[in-house]
């Protein structure tokens, strides 16, 4: 005979697991969808040779964790690895070229082992989602754990992310597991709770540099429990705290040399050697300040491997300056709105009017109650200590590039959420609250399904309006080629098979591969690829919003005067360009003016002028169609590319407030 509480254990699971089901069949079937993003080759890439040759020379600063899991399902499916003798991309540990020739070049269908590492890294979202539950339902009961979970399940930025192969999902992940594990620790100091508690530390050290996050979190959760301890046994918890803290130090240091082989060199003997990271030392220590007195330090003493310190080094490069967007404006040093806008825009409007429910319901008990205030906040300490940290490093970070960084944040509110199905905290009239919110949260989640990465909220005008707001891994992270090849095979137009069609694409896939044929204007990421003349003529032009934005362009911003003179200039050698790479007895001519380097500079650099013209001019007018919301589609006429490309910078501004006018 099955006993009632066994029973009702079994529901308990079966919900829970049919929870997780629903998460991952919807991520994985929008993924399926989707073509490789920008960051997705170089983690399946060097996972995949960090198992096969233990070098760990590309990409360090990713997470070895995260990139090993994306790249065991094709080293153990046979893959084929590119060449690496007399590879100069392999010396230089160039991670983008390494990619592209393992994904196109060396004889592998991509797409399989793409997947099969998706598949492996929404593992960590999984698990992931089995944390929200058991804490939620810790805190609240066990309704409250089914509503926190079924809020992060049908998460679209969840389900954007948690399926891809970067390292977004296991820092999420280890991250929320360390928080709690060590406030567990800190409560109850055995050693199976500390030891659990430093091995979470040390995997959160390899899945990703924001691990840092918990440098400042975790000396706040000891201090809080020593505030906590009454005054008598203070000392004593102290001393135990302080040894435990040089055991984490330890064991996390152990787990850090495990995943580089135990070996200080990042680069692995028996393959052929590198001439430096893809960065040298020489080129990113001078730029980090402080951080390089501590990585030269390591260095000398070997105290940490050498990739993991120029993982560090390369991190802490990235955080001084970096390109990024903000609803038409653009930085290298970032806006300290930039996350609660982020937030505010790519968070569902359900989620954000339960926040503010809660903190009312909440801040209502406490005028009633205010004996309990105390014990709330000690209940839920790791979870608003966390956010609390996150957000004060993220409001002022330079690092602007992605609404994925502050996913951390979102598992702490979906946890703290669950309050509204505790017992008590509703009155009998709104305890319809928390199924509406689970509605609420399903019915975001469909309208945008499979183009989950672009998601905006009423707020910021729906992901139609999401280009002119954040771009780069906030909307267009490269996603969209089957999706662009699909609308190029039914676009709508008399004539359409023999319309020119013009792409510029923000990402690491690879055109050809879903049959898209098309002049290729600059892309982000060209993977050292042959120079190509063209001219632009009318047609189809088919942008990412990326490339759109012109975000990491180096074409500097805004369009003067002086960039105008300087395009027009290279303009009057436009024939020169097409003699020179179309026209092979042409070539000793202008060989003689000028050397090929030359030539190959000033045509990069005209291309790339022009290009940032026309962004300008498609800028001034909506597009005539969109897929996945990431790349926009333009048909000009001659007469628009004229003024894109051969008119003088008057009839050109004129033409773009025309434009304007209209929209």
């Known amino acids: 005979m099955t006993l009632p509480g066994r029973s009702s254990a079994r529901l308990v699971w079966l919900g829970v697991a049919a929870l997780l089901l629903l998460h991952a069949v919807l991520a994985l079937h929008a993924v399926s969808k989707k073509s490789v993003t920008a960051d997705e080759i170089l983690h399946v890439t060097a996972g995949d040779l960090y198992w096969r040759y233990g070098d760990f020379r590309l990409q360090p600063e990713n997470g070895n964790l995260p990139q090993r899991a994306a790249g065991l399902p094709s080293w153990l499916m046979g893959a084929k690895p590119p060449p690496l003798e007399n590879n100069l991309y392999w010396k230089t540990a160039d991670a983008s070229v390494i990619g592209y020739q393992f994904f196109y070049e060396a004889g592998n269908d991509h797409w399989p082992l793409l997947m099969a590492g998706r598949s492996a890294v929404l593992v960590f979202g999984l698990g992931t989602g089995l944390l929200i539950f058991f804490w939620s339902r810790t805190l609240f009961g066990t309704p409250a754990g089914f509503l926190s979970l079924a809020l992060y399940a049908l998460c679209p930025n969840f389900l954007a992310h948690n399926a891809l192969t970067t390292s977004d999902s296991a820092s999420v992940f280890f991250l929320l597991a360390t928080c709690g594990a060590f406030w567990r620790h800190v409560q109850h100091p055995t050693l199976a709770n500390g030891a659990l508690s430093a091995l979470t530390l040390g995997l959160a050290c390899v899945a990703k540099f924001s691990f840092l996050l918990l440098a400042p979190t975790l000396p706040l959760l000891a201090v809080l429990r020593l505030l906590l301890e009454p005054r008598g046994g203070r000392l004593a918890l102290g001393g135990r705290l302080a040894v435990s803290a040089l055991g984490h130090v330890a064991v996390a240091g152990t787990v850090i040399w495990a995943f580089f082989g135990f070996r200080f060199s990042g680069f692995a003997p028996g393959v052929p050697p590198a001439d430096h990271y893809m960065v040298p030392w020489d080129a990113m220590l001078p730029y980090i300040g402080v951080h390089a007195s501590f990585i030269e330090f390591c260095r000398a003493w070997k105290l ?40 505010a825009w790519k968070t569902p409007l359900v989620i954000l009017a339960a926040s503010a429910l809660g903190a009312f319901l909440l801040a209502r008990r406490w005028l009633r109650h205010r004996a309990g205030m105390a014990g709330d906040l000690a209940r839920a300490a790791p979870l608003l200590v966390f956010a609390v940290i996150c957000w004060a490093v993220w409001i002022p970070s330079h690092l602007n590039i992605g609404h994925r960084h502050i996913l951390p944040t979102y598992p702490v509110l ?43 909220n009423a707020l910021a005008g729906g992901p139609a309006n999401g280009y002119r707001l954040l771009v780069d891994s906030s909307l267009d992270w490269g996603q969209d080629l089957p999706g662009l090849a699909g609308w190029l095979r039914t676009r709508p137009a008399p004539g359409a098979a023999e319309e020119a069609v013009y792409l510029s694409y923000f990402g690491s896939g690879e055109p050809d591969y879903y049959g898209i044929r098309a002049t290729r204007l600059p892309f982000l990421n060209g993977f050292k690829l042959p120079i190509r003349w063209y001219r632009p003529g009318p047609g189809l032009y088919c942008v990412g919003a990326t490339m ?34 179309t026209d092979p007895a042409s070539r000793p001519e202008l060989v003689s003016i000028a050397p090929v380097a030359q030539w190959d500079r000033a045509w990069l650099r005209y291309d790339q002028l022009r290009f940032t013209r026309l962004c300008y001019y ?39 407030e025309r434009r304007k006018a209209a929209r």
């Not at 500097?556 to 020169?576: F, M, V």
């Open 304 to 343: 940490l491997p050498e990739a993991f310190l120029y993982g560090y080094g390369m991190v802490m490069q990235y955080s001084n300056a970096r390109g990024a967007f903000l609803a038409g404006e653009y930085s290298i040093f970032g806006w300290r709105e930039f996350f609660p806008l982020a937030f």
């Open 618 to 656: 498609l800028r001034a007018r909506p597009p005539e169609a969109t897929v996945g919301y990431s790349i926009l589609i333009y048909r000009l006429t001659e007469e628009d590319t004229r003024l894109a490309f051969d008119s003088s910078f008057t009839e050109w501004l004129q033409a773009i």
């Open 414 to 456: 979906f946890i703290l959420l669950g309050g509204l199905a505790a017992p008590g905290l509703l009155s009998p009239r709104l305890r319809f609250l928390p199924v509406l919110l689970v509605i609420g949260q399903g019915l975001a989640s469909a309208r945008i399904h499979p183009h989950y990465l672009a998601y905006f």
């Open 548 to 581: 759109l934005q012109q975000v990491y362009s180096n074409v500097s911003k805004p369009w003067t005067h002086e960039l105008e003179s300087e395009y027009q200039r290279l303009r009057e050698s436009a024939d020169l360009f097409r003699r020179f790479y």
